[in-house]
Nanobody, 120 residues
Framework: QVQLVESGGGLVQPGGSLRLSCAVS????????MAWYRQAPGKERDLVAR???????NYADSVKGRFTISRDNAKSSVYLQMNSLKPEDTAVYYC??????????????WGQGTQVTISS
């Protein structure tokens, strides 16, 4: 059974930095991509950053130049370095794992989330 556990969230002042980690455990077939999403109260869960198995990345416009996603394949972990944080970055951040399709069906997993709060 695959499990994703996020860590590294917390309270930081505007302009500060945080590094989120996502540890993956369990047996998986193959990885298509891993990503970070975030959800603020009353809002939809939105993509923040994504990294494919080949190393390609993409970011939401709101975080470009400030956030960096990376992956450690040996440890089956994904990270999100967040710099120059703003109050609007406050949200619960979720780790997402997408596996290669099997029999035409996409399979994905979610972590339970970690709270990030930016406030002075």
């Amino acid at each position: 059974q695959v499990q994703l556990v996020e860590s590294g969230g917390g309270l930081v002042q505007p302009g500060g930095s945080l590094r989120l980690s996502c540890a993956v455990s369990g047996s998986i077939r193959s990885v298509s991509a891993m990503a970070w999403y975030r959800q603020a109260p009353g809002k939809e869960r939105d993509l923040v950053a994504r990294i494919t198995s080949g190393g390609s990345t993409n970011y939401a416009d709101s975080v470009k130049g400030r956030f960096t996603i990376s992956r450690d394949n040996a440890k089956s972990s994904v990270y999100l370095q967040m710099n120059s944080l703003k109050p609007e970055d406050t949200a619960v951040y979720y780790c997402n794992l997408v596996l290669e399709p099997l029999f035409g069906r996409q399979q994905q997993y979610w972590g339970q989330g970690t709270q990030v709060t930016i406030s002075s």
